[in-house]
């Protein structure tokens, strides 16, 4: 911090008093973190209640834009301060100019004598400017320009050894203020601002996104957010290496500056992904996105390689309809457009339709009525569908699935609620509860004895810190049961045999429970998953189902399937089976398990076991003399797709 300069040449004791009450109201200013531009004003005018007839002039330096600008003024009028701002430092530029100029004290006794002066003759005449006095503020830490204090007389006047002590003692208070307050803005700018590319991060995103959703709310004006992800970084990065990654990334964001206005907000979210807050409507900001995607395509420049950047963008307008919204829904629009714009082979900008801000809006309150419903201990109430064995319909298990009880989510599709808790992270309470529910199943009904149970996980629950520790609670609470438990995993891209969730996979099959890979066929690497993954049996998405009987291809693909998994010694379970010609052609296939409207709709616990005593009972009655035709006329009446109750279908297949 600068030192401040307190000895006069024979001050009297009332006149040392007043100028520590003067200091001590500016240092007062400096502590409370006071608008600079108030404490250099109060300043100023302290200098001139010292030096009569001084007229005081703050400029703080701009090391960014390389100018003086606006600082803090005693008795000089407005209009000066309008004047003297963004003064650039010449020798010929008045004494202030000169000084910053120079990095010294500059005196000038008399200006319409001193050539520095010769281009302001003019303003000297209009505000009564004969002398000036000009100081450079400079940073007790390195000497660096903070900022130039310049007095200025209606008189021609040289500065004499007191003079000097005060001026001494002035500039030191306004280099103070002005340090501290650069030291200020230095943390915030860096709380707020990626180091490596100088542009906002997120906690600036919290502070100012709001903001500015709420100013366009306010004065009814657009609002757009882009986000930004580098489409070729990590093959860049890795072919490199970071110091170039960096250094790219670095001039990436040179380039977003240039392309975007001043009211435009910037800011790296992480990565290689950025986020553009600007003020205008979406076809604008498409516009700009499109011509800084002319620019990185042209290649940049990094010493001696020249780089072409692609990226993927998402652009999400604010609308009224969504209104309500927070900010941070609108960043998860924005990247889930930016997603779309990945699948759709990259390097390309995606604004969203009003659709999707509807949908969005749908799955927002969805995530507020399940939050509120899982309040609630009875809020999950699973259900149960029978798989049964297709040549006799003897029941080998059920698959145990989720149902939600809340009025407010009366008429909601469990397929949207289920993609909510994806996206919100609820999965996580509702997995583990379902899990409970099937273990606590198994154990509490001995109806269910020899009989297997099916429970849903999904991938982002099995990478999970606490999903294992919470499996084998449940296992250590119900050890005789975990081998009749069935984890199914849906086919997922995340799915990766020398990965994480491989390692989980592996663990659970060291536990004793088994594993079924569901919808099968519909992913993107299920022969790997096969060969490198411990399941046990796959499930056959019912999309192959459908049409089995009209479509050859659909049939072709599920002789293929299953062979597939017979091949690496799993079973195959067909779903979605609705009508009794699905199930003649897929026990003609080969397929010995199934599950579909063709024998039960879910249904809840205590309504499944009842289906499950009538099921035993009609089968018991049925002699094995009884033939296939006899049985196909009562269970096609009864298996009727979309009306299905109780009871469905019961038929030994006739070799």
């Not at 907000?265 to 498409?286: K, Q």
Request: proline share 3%.
């Amino acid at each position: 911090m600068a030192s401040i300069v307190t000895s006069f040449p024979s001050p009297t004791d009332q006149r040392i008093a007043r100028l520590l009450d003067a200091q001590q109201a500016v240092l007062a200013l400096i502590a409370q973190n006071a608008p600079l531009s108030d404490t250099l004003s109060a300043i100023a005018r302290f200098s001139e209640q010292w030096i009569p007839g001084m007229k005081g002039s703050i400029l703080v330096w701009d090391d960014r834009k390389g100018r003086l600008g606006r600082g803090g003024y005693g008795a000089l009028p407005d209009s000066f301060a309008d004047v003297v701002d963004g003064l650039v430092p010449a020798a010929n530029a008045g004494s202030c100019g000169a000084c910053a100029f120079e990095r010294r004290r500059v005196i000038s006794e008399d200006v319409f004598t001193d050539p520095r002066w010769d281009a302001f003759h003019g303003l000297c005449r209009q505000y009564e400017i004969r002398s000036a006095w000009s100081s450079p503020l400079l940073a007790s830490r390195d000497g660096t320009l903070l900022g130039v204090f310049g007095m200025y007389h209606s008189d021609v006047r040289p500065m004499i050894r007191a003079d000097e002590d005060l001026v001494d003692h002035f500039t030191a208070l306004a280099s103070l203020a002005i340090e501290r307050h650069n030291e200020e803005s230095l943390q915030r700018h860096q709380a707020t601002h990626d180091v490596l590319t100088g542009l906002g991060n997120r906690r600036l995103l919290e502070q100012a996104g709001s903001a500015y959703l709420q100013r366009a709310l306010d004065e009814d004006t657009p609002l757009s957010v882009a986000f930004i992800d580098l489409d070729n970084f990590k093959a860049i990065n890795d072919t490199f290496g970071h110091i170039l990654g960096d250094a790219l990334l670095c001039s990436v964001a040179t380039h977003m500056r240039r392309h975007f206005g001043d009211d435009t907000l910037i800011a790296r979210f992480g990565g290689d992904e950025f986020i553009v807050v600007c003020t205008e409507p979406s076809n604008r900001t498409l516009e700009q996105l499109e011509a800084l995607r002319v620019t990185l395509a042209k290649a940049v420049q990094m010493g001696h390689l020249s780089v072409e950047i692609r990226f993927s963008a998402g652009v999400v307008e604010y609308r009224r309809q969504s209104e309500g919204s927070k900010f941070d829904a609108l960043i998860s629009q924005s990247d889930e457009m930016a997603r779309r714009a990945k699948l759709l082979g990259g390097d390309r900008s995606v604004s969203a339709a009003l659709e999707d801000t509807q949908r969005w809006a749908f799955r927002q309150r969805l995530a507020l009525d399940m939050t509120q419903a899982l309040h609630d201990s009875d809020a999950i109430q699973p259900h149960l569908q029978p798989i049964v064995s297709i040549p006799d319909a003897q029941l080998q298990g059920f698959e145990l699935l989720l149902r939600l009880k809340n009025p407010a989510l009366r008429g909601v599709s469990i397929g949207d609620c289920i993609a909510v808790a994806e996206h919100t992270g609820m999965i996580h309470e509702i997995g583990h509860r379902m899990l409970r529910h099937g273990f606590a199943l198994l154990e509490e009904h001995r109806a269910l004895d020899g009989l297997y149970l099916n429970v849903n996980v999904s991938v982002r629950q099995l990478l999970s810190r606490n999903f294992l520790d919470g499996l084998r609670d449940l296992i250590e609470r119900y050890p005789t049961v975990a081998a009749r438990v069935c984890l199914e995993v849906t086919e997922s891209h995340w799915l990766d045999s020398t990965g994480a969730a491989g390692d989980v996979l592996r663990a659970i099959k060291r536990m004793g429970l088994q594993l079924s890979l569901d919808d099968f066929g519909t992913g993107h690497a299920s022969l790997s998953y096969l060969q490198s993954l411990p399941f046990d049996s796959v499930k056959i998405d019912r999309h192959f189902v459908e049409h089995i009987e009209t479509n050859a291809r659909d049939r072709s693909v599920c002789v293929a399937l299953l062979a597939m998994a017979r091949s690496c010694g799993m079973s195959a379970v067909a779903e979605g089976v609705e009508t009794l010609s699905q199930a003649r052609e897929l026990c003609d296939l080969g397929y010995d398990r199934a599950q579909g409207y063709l024998w039960a709709k879910p249904m809840p616990i205590e309504e499944a076991l009842v289906w499950m005593q009538s099921h035993h009972a009609m089968r018991s009655s049925r002699g094995p003399a009884d033939s296939a035709e006899a049985a196909t006329e009562e269970a096609t009446e009864r298996a009727r797709p979309g009306a299905y109750d109780g009871y469905r279908y019961s038929v030994q297949f006739a070799s």
